[in-house]
């Protein structure tokens, strides 16, 4: 038998009674999942699933803050996230999501990883554009956004004051 991660249930395995898992979220999750946008926070997960005839039901909850980079000044921010969401797995021939509740998982490896399904809860969370409040931003960046920032006119190169003399000579 494999090794399962915190994040893993196995279905064939599942009793009568419906099981809770408590986990805490925080940068080894994150790090630990290939192509993740987001990089790190610090947030509490529970997913409860219980077998009910031939599916399982799973609630999934997250509720915590993520970090993610101010789209004004790039700077790193705590965005607050709380979600829950509702799941429907049946057994069958393979893997397939029917819709955005019902999934389809391979009844010869009947494990469901949620690590994926919680880490999407989060990024769905997010908005598409993240800016702290007013006042928040770093403030050499809001000067440089605003146009306050002291710009330098660029010298001219000489040999284009020459050619410009020269045209200037011969009309």
């Not at 219980?50 to 399982?56: E, K, M, P, Y």
């Amino acid at each position: 038998m494999k090794q399962l991660s915190a994040y893993d249930i196995d279905l064939q395995q599942l009793g009568d009674e419906p099981i809770a898992l408590h986990l805490v979220l925080d940068e080894q999750f994150f790090q630990a999942l290939p192509d993740a946008e987001i990089h790190s926070g610090r947030l509490d997960a529970t997913v409860r699933i219980a077998a009910l005839g031939d599916r399982f039901e799973a609630d999934l909850s997250v509720k915590g803050t993520v970090t993610v980079p101010c789209d004004r000044c790039l700077q790193s921010m705590d965005l607050p996230v709380d979600e829950e969401e509702h799941l429907v797995f049946k057994l069958g021939e393979a893997y397939e999501e029917l819709s955005d509740e019902l999934v389809v998982i391979d009844q010869e490896d009947a494990v469901v990883h949620f690590d994926w399904y919680l880490y999407e809860m989060i990024a769905l969370a997010v908005p598409m554009r993240c800016v702290h409040e007013d006042g928040g931003c770093d403030p050499a960046m809001e000067q440089y956004l605003s146009g306050e920032a002291v710009e330098e006119e660029p010298k001219t190169d000489p040999r284009w004051e020459k050619l410009k003399q020269l045209k200037d000579n011969n009309n």
